[in-house]
C-alpha cells in the first residue's frame, strides 16, 4: 500500500480538522488515526479530551448526509484514501490553573510530595507521569482519599470541594511559603527537572547545586546533554573533578551517551581537567575499548607525557592481541613496542594497498592510536621502529578502498609528515642524547627534526597536529594552546628554541577569512597573522630571556599556495624583532610529491646555517 492523507473532522465547541498522514494505512485502524488527530488538537487548543470521551463516526459517501457513528474503531480498518473521520467533542469542564483532580491523580510518591510540599505546582505536575501507587489504610473511609496529600495544606496548599460533590483537588496557595529571593537548595533541584527550563536557567541552578551537593549537579548534568559543555565549569574545584569519573562508572552511562559526552569535555575543558579525566576514565572502562584509549594516548602526546604514553600503548596492544587489522594482529605491535627495550629488530609483513579492507568504525579508532603510536616512536627518535609502523599504516591510508572512509580520521597529516622527514633522515638523534635545541611546530617542522646538524648538534622537538598561527591568539583558551605554554616553559633548559609555525594557516585560517569576510584582501590577513605572530614571540623571549629565538618561514614547496606564501615571508621578514634568527626558505620551486626533491638540500643547509648563527649570538651575548 502506499502512503496517504487521511482528513480528520472536529465537531464540538471548537470546530477544527487535521490532516494525518501514514506512511501505509494497511493494517491502520480508525481509532489510531483518531487518537494522533486528537493529540495534536489538544496541543492547539490546550484541552484535555480523551478518546474514549469522544464519538467516532467514518465518512464513506459525501452525499450521505447522516455520518455512521463507530462501536468500536479499534477494529476498523481504514480501507481507501477517500474515507474520512469525524470526532464528536463532548463538552469539556476548564480545569482551574494548578489544580489537580484527586480522581486523576489520587497516587502520589515521595519525590512527587516533595515537589508540591516546596515548589511550583508545574513541576510536581510532571513528576506525575512516574508515580507509583500509594497503599492507603483503610482505617478512616473518609480521608483515604485524600491520605497522599495529608499535610500538604500546612505547605501552602488547600483542599477545595466542588460541584459536584466528591470532586476534591488540591490548589496551591499563593504566595509560595519560602523566599523568592533566597531559594533553598531543593527549589534549584526542582526546576532542573522541569521540562521547560532553559540552557541558561539549567546553567545558573546548577552553579548553586554544585555548592552544596557536588555529586547531584553532575549527575543532573550527565543527563542532560544540552549542558554537556557546562560540566568543566562545574569541575574547577579538584574535588568535583574527582566525583566525575566515579558517578560515570555509577550512573553506567551508555556507549554512545558516553562518547558523546567526552567529545564534549575535551572540546571545553582545560588541558588538567582532560589528563586527570581520560586517567580515570580508561582505569574504570578498561583497554578493550579503543575509543577512550585514542584520546588518553592523544593528550598524552601532546603533554609530553612519554613514559606514560608508552606504558598506556603497551596496555591496550596487550589487552587486544587477538585483534586484527587487515590480517595483522595488534599483539605484533606489542611484541615492537616491548623489544624496544631490549633493541632486537621486529619484523612486519609488507601488505599491498590494493589487499586491503575497507576499515570498519571500530579499526578507524585502532588506525588513530596506530598513527599516534608512531609519532610518538618518531617524536622519541626511534625511527627504526616508526618505520614498521609507517611501512603498515601506509598502505592502509594509500587503499582506494578507505579514501572515504579516512575523512573521518584526525591526525593523518602529522602522521604523514613524520612519513616523509624519515625518508630524508640518515642517522636518527634519539631525545636521550640531550640536545640543545629544541624545535616547536605543526607538522612540518617534522622535516627538520631528528638531525644533527653541523657545528650545532642534535635537535629535540615536540610537534602538533594542525596548529595554525590564529589558534595560539590571546584570547582563545583551548589545551593544546596550553601544552604549547608549558613546551615554551621547558624550553627554558635548551640553549636555542625553533618555533615553525603559519603552514597549517595557509589551509585554513586564511581560506577561512575569505569566506566570512568578502572585503578582506591578502594584506590584511597578513597584518593579522603577523600581528598575533610577533606578540607570542615577544611572550616566549619575556619567559625565556637566555634562550636564542629562531623562527622558521612557512614552507613554500606547495605549488597552489607558493606565490601567497613567498609574499607573506617577505612581509612578515621586516616584522620579527632584531633577537630573531630566521630560518628562510630556499627560492627553489620543488616537487612537493618527490622524496628526492622535497625538502631540498638547499633546505637542510638554511637550516644548519640560521642555527649557526643564533648560537653565535647567543655567545656574544653571554660573554658581553
Not at 5 to 26: M, P, R, S, Y
Amino acid at each position: 500500500m502506499n502512503s496517504c492523507d487521511i482528513l480528520v473532522h472536529f465537531q464540538g465547541k471548537q470546530e477544527w480538522c487535521a490532516l494525518v498522514h501514514t506512511a501505509n494505512f494497511e493494517f491502520v485502524t480508525v481509532h489510531q488515526v483518531s487518537e494522533v488527530a486528537l493529540s495534536r488538537y489538544n496541543s492547539v487548543f490546550h484541552t484535555q479530551f480523551n478518546i474514549s470521551q469522544c464519538s467516532v463516526g467514518l465518512i464513506e459517501n459525501f452525499d450521505d448526509e447522516n455520518v455512521k457513528i463507530l462501536e468500536n474503531p479499534q477494529k476498523t480498518e481504514i480501507k481507501s484514501s477517500n474515507q474520512e473521520i469525524l470526532l464528536l467533542l463532548p463538552d469539556q469542564i476548564s480545569q482551574p490553573e494548578h489544580q489537580l483532580s484527586i480522581n486523576d491523580y489520587i497516587h502520589f510518591n515521595h519525590q512527587t510530595i516533595l515537589f508540591l510540599q516546596q515548589y511550583h505546582f508545574a513541576a510536581a505536575r510532571e513528576c506525575l507521569k512516574l508515580v507509583k501507587k500509594v497503599t492507603c489504610s483503610p482505617d478512616n473511609q473518609s480521608m483515604t482519599p485524600l491520605k497522599p496529600i495529608k499535610g500538604l495544606t500546612e505547605r501552602g496548599y488547600e483542599v477545595l470541594d466542588q460541584d459536584p460533590p466528591n470532586q476534591d483537588v488540591v490548589k496551591l496557595k499563593y504566595p509560595l511559603q519560602f523566599n523568592i529571593e533566597n531559594p533553598p537548595l531543593s527549589h534549584y533541584i526542582a526546576q532542573c527537572y522541569s521540562p521547560t527550563i532553559t540552557k541558561k536557567q539549567m546553567k545558573n541552578n546548577l552553579r548553586e547545586i554544585v555548592k552544596s551537593d557536588p555529586s547531584l549537579a553532575l549527575e543532573i548534568a550527565l543527563r542532560n546533554p544540552d549542558v554537556f559543555t557546562f560540566v568543566p565549569k562545574l569541575c574547577e574545584d579538584q574535588k568535583v573533578l574527582t566525583l566525575l569519573p566515579q558517578k560515570i562508572k555509577t550512573l553506567q552511562i551508555k556507549p554512545n551517551h558516553l562518547t558523546h559526552f567526552t567529545e564534549t569535555f575535551l572540546s571545553h575543558g582545560s588541558l588538567s581537567q582532560i589528563m586527570y579525566f581520560l586517567s580515570e576514565v580508561r582505569e574504570s572502562v578498561g583497554y578493550g575499548e579503543p575509543y577512550i584509549t585514542r584520546y588518553y594516548a592523544l593528550f598524552l602526546l601532546i603533554n609530553r607525557e612519554f613514559g606514560k604514553l608508552h606504558e598506556v600503548l603497551l596496555k591496550f596492544f596487550r589487552a587486544n592481541q587477538s585483534l586484527e587489522i587487515n590480517t595483522i594482529c595488534l599483539g605484533l605491535f606489542y611484541m615492537i613496542l616491548e623489544k624496544m627495550k631490549t633493541n632486537n629488530s621486529p619484523n612486519i609483513p609488507v601488505i599491498s594497498p590494493k589487499n586491503v579492507n575497507r576499515l570498519t568504525p571500530s579499526e578507524i579508532q585502532i588506525l588513530n592510536i596506530l598513527m599516534i603510536a608512531a609519532v610518538y616512536l618518531f617524536v622519541k627518535g626511534e625511527i627504526e621502529y616508526f618505520a614498521f609502523f609507517r611501512n603498515f599504516i601506509d598502505p592502509i591510508l594509500s587503499s582506494p578502498n578507505n579514501l572515504q572512509v579516512l575523512r573521518q580520521t584526525s591526525f593523518i597529516s602529522l602522521f604523514r609528515a613524520c612519513h616523509s622527514a624519515s625518508l630524508h633522515i640518515q642517522e636518527s638523534v634519539k631525545s636521550s642524547v640531550h640536545p640543545k635545541i629544541f624545535i616547536i611546530g605543526d607538522e612540518c617542522a617534522a622535516f627538520c627534526s631528528n638531525r644533527s646538524y653541523e657545528d650545532v648538534g642534535p635537535v629535540d622537538c615536540h610537534l602538533f597536529d594542525a596548529m595554525p598561527i590564529g589558534f595560539l591568539r590571546e584570547e582563545l583558551k583551548a589545551p593544546a594552546k596550553t601544552s604549547f605554554w608549558n613546551r615554551i616553559k621547558e624550553s627554558e633548559k635548551y640553549e636555542i628554541l625553533v618555533l615553525v609555525f603559519g603552514n597549517i594557516d595557509f589551509r585554513t585560517t586564511i581560506p577561512t577569512i575569505l569566506t566570512r569576510e568578502f572585503d578582506a584582501s591578502f594584506d590584511s590577513i597578513f597584518e593579522r597573522l603577523a600581528k598575533i605572530y610577533i606578540s607570542l614571540i615577544e611572550k616566549v623571549h619575556q619567559m625565556v630571556p637566555k634562550v636564542g629565538i629562531v623562527i622558521h618561514e612557512v614552507f613554500d614547496f606547495f605549488q597552489d599556495t607558493r606565490l601567497m606564501v613567498r609574499k607573506y615571508n617577505e612581509y612578515i621578514r621586516t616584522k620579527f624583532p632584531s633577537y630573531v634568527t630566521v630560518i628562510e626558505m630556499p627560492k627553489k620551486d620543488v616537487n612537493p610529491f618527490s622524496t628526492d626533491e622535497c625538502p631540498p638540500k638547499e633546505y637542510y643547509v638554511n637550516v644548519r646555517n640560521a642555527l649557526k648563527e643564533a648560537k653565535n649570538n647567543l655567545n656574544k651575548q653571554t660573554k658581553s
